[in-house]
Every structure is written in C-alpha cells, then in structure tokens.
C-alpha cells in the first residue's frame, strides 16, 4: 500500500495535467465526444443569442459538464473492458451496455432540461 505524502502543489499541478490530457483524448478519440461539442457550441451561441438568465446558464452548465463527464466514464469503462477481455464476453458487453445507456440517460435529461430553458425563449421571440 502506498503512503499517504502531504499536500503538494506539485502533485496537484500534474494531477490536472493528467485530467488535461484525458480531456484532449476524450475529444479527439471519440466520435460521440466531438458531437457532444459540437452541440455544445451550438448551445452556448443560442444561450448568448437569447440572453439566457444566470439560473439557465447553470442548468445549461450543469447539462453540458453531466454529458462530457457521463461521456469520459463510459469511454473509460469501454478502454478498460477492451483491455481485460479482447475477446468477446456477455458480462463485459453488458458493463459496456450499461455504460452507454448511462450516456443516453444523461443525454435525455439534458435534452428535456434543454427544452425547458430554450423552448419559452423561443416561444417569446415568436410572439413578439
């Protein structure tokens, strides 16, 4: 067992590094990832556009940050099956299953929350 070393800026430092570099490979190995961004930019620019309030630019963060995280976790788990079992084996599809359902849990949620922020903005656009 490793001992526990006192707080370090250092250690702290490379610890975000490493988040960093999970991010970069996030994005640029996963194709649900950069359709995630994607549609992350297309909503920041709508909030911008529609003058979202500070309480819809949390859920909208919220929502945003939930995907990627939900997105990293699957992707993390899909790695790590990969590496234990290469061949085929129905436990680990059902792991990597559930682990995409996950993402689409999250997805729909975001999409409702999305609604709920976007569709009055839109509707009072309309009206106006």
């Not at 570099?21 to 994005?27: A, E």
């Amino acid at each position: 067992m490793k001992d526990k070393v006192g707080f370090s800026f250092s250690a702290r430092a490379r610890s975000f590094g490493y988040a960093w570099k999970g991010i970069k490979t996030l994005i640029s190995n996963e194709h649900n990832a950069r359709i995630h961004l994607f549609a992350t930019v297309c909503v920041v620019i709508a909030g911008v556009l529609l003058g979202l309030s500070v309480i819809e630019w949390a859920v909208v963060a919220i929502c945003i940050g939930g995907v990627f995280m939900a997105e990293a976790l699957n992707s993390a788990v899909e790695a790590l099956c990969d590496k234990v079992s290469p061949e085929y084996d129905p436990l680990i599809g059902k792991a990597k299953d559930m682990a995409a359902g996950a993402v689409l849990l999250f997805v729909c949620g975001a999409a409702v929350a999305g609604l709920c922020v976007f569709v009055p903005k839109l509707l009072a656009l309309s009206s106006s």
